[in-house]
């Protein structure tokens, strides 16, 4: 099965129809605005650290670009795209928990568009992972958020579902999803301990862009995905045809929250060193909305923008070394 076509969908009204997510935009930048900067950087320990690359460990970093107070900076040595003065992870902890601008973005996630578009991304993914055949029907969905991804998979198979967040809003929908023992509520994946349970496929939905410690996360992964089963991991895609057209205002560029920007030479070394391979790639969302304005839309462009690798999100499928 070939996978390698995104999702295509008329997305060019998006912001018109869901108002919320210009009111999510202008909410998360002014909660970074808010922060203390010197020389135009957020700098005080209370809130930052100053990391190495996540990836590879390097300690140096050639300066991309600032947003909000936030560094962004390449890897001299593998390629990965990160946020140097990364914000604390208490204080993440507490922004997810409770901040204005996670309430808009349920909002967004809840709305008509945003179901019926990832609706089909899910499809074509589980139809993929079942034409693999794998005989491992156990489903885990790390960072399940609203279970949208669950509730798919609920409508669309017959897998035994596994959800693992911290949300508290959305607890009674995944357990009516997975039942209480297949939620991992509020742990980190690393402290979970699954005894003898095995998963033909994990999926991570924009999640390792998140994670202070992604190569934990994926090492774990590798550790309980079945023989034969799969990792699927989609990430935003920082050099995508959007930002060269859009530059500093992609949406995606959001440094409080988005640690990393894998590239895949990055992605690939990660992978290594959590005993996982890439077996399969595929991208989705080769336009977003607020290109339109800026380009002339045909299949030429799309095939153009697919061809280079410069969709907004790269999906890697990933299997054991
Ligand atoms: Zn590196």
Redesign the pocket.
Known sequence: MDISQPILMDNRNLRKDIPDIDTFFSQIMQEMEQLPREGNLVVDPKLVTQVP??????PGGDQLFVRAGFLIVN??????VYVKNRMNEEYLQGLYAGSVSEQTYRRIRASEFHNRYWHVVYSKYLSYFASLGCANKNVLDVGCGAGNFLDTCRAVTDYTLHGLDFCEDSFDFIVSVTGRDNYYFRQAIEDVDFGDKRFGLITLWGVLEHLVSPGSVLEKCSRIVAEDGRVLVVVPNLFSRAFKILGISTPTIYPRAHLHYYTPA?ME?LCRDAGLVIDAFSQELPVIDLMYPYIHYDDALVADIVAKNECYYHAYLLRRA
Do not use: F, L, N, T
Not at 53 to 58: E, I, L, N, S, T
């Open positions: 690359c996540p990836v590879c460990g390097d890897c001299p040595v593998c390629s990965h990055s070394r």
